[in-house]
C-alpha cells in the first residue's frame, strides 16, 4: 500500500486525533498538573520567606521555566522598614508550593510561617503595640523561625504575656521580654523530648 495515498486519505483523521490530544495535554498542564506532575514546576506558584527581612517571594513556574516573581512585603518586614539593624544575607525558605487543581502544599519546615506573622499582626493590632515594639517582636518571630522553623509557640507566649499586663497603656519594645524566644523554643523541645519518651 502505497504510504503517501493512506496518508491523504487519513490525514483530516489524524489532524483532527493530534489537536485533539494536543488540546487535552494543555488543559491538563494548565489546569490540573498535578496528574502529570504533583507540585513540580510544570505549572505552580511558589511561595518563600526571607527569615532576615521578613519579605515573600511568589514565583511563578510553566514548563520549568520561571515566569514571574515578585518580593511583597509582609507585616513582619514593614514593621523593620524602619530598624536601623542591617537584615543581613537573603536567606528564602520554602513555605508553600501550589498548583492550579490541587490547593494544597507539601508540608514544610516553615508550612505555618506566614499564618504565625498574620497572628503577630492580628496580636498588634488588638492591643495597640507601637512601632518599637512591633519591630522588637517582629525580630524576635523571625528569631523564633530561624533557630526552631516554627513561630506559634512565640506568637502563644507573646500574647500570653500581653494579656497578663495592666492595659492600656500598650506595651514598648522596653516592656516585652528579651527571653520570649528562648522559652518558647525551651517549651517546645521538652515536649519533644516528653513525646519520644511516651511509650506507644
Known sequence: MNDASWFRRHRRFLIVSALVV???VAAVIVFAPSYVARWSRLNNEEQE???????SRFSRYFLYCLISQEIRPTAVSEALAGDAREPGERKW????????????????TYHAAFAEI?????LWEVFEYGPGARTKTARQLLRALRQGGRASRYVSYLLEWTESRSWPPPPTADD???DLVARSLGDR????????????
Do not use: K
Open 22 to 24: 494536543f488540546v487535552g
Open 93 to 108: 525558605v520554602m513555605v508553600n508550593i501550589f498548583q492550579p487543581g490541587l490547593r494544597v502544599s507539601p508540608h514544610f
Open 189 to 200: 523541645a521538652a515536649g519533644a523530648e516528653r513525646q519520644e519518651r511516651t511509650p506507644e
Open 176 to 178: 516585652i521580654p528579651d
Open 49 to 55: 520567606l526571607d527569615l532576615n527581612s521578613g519579605q
Open 118 to 122: 498574620r497572628a503577630l499582626a492580628m
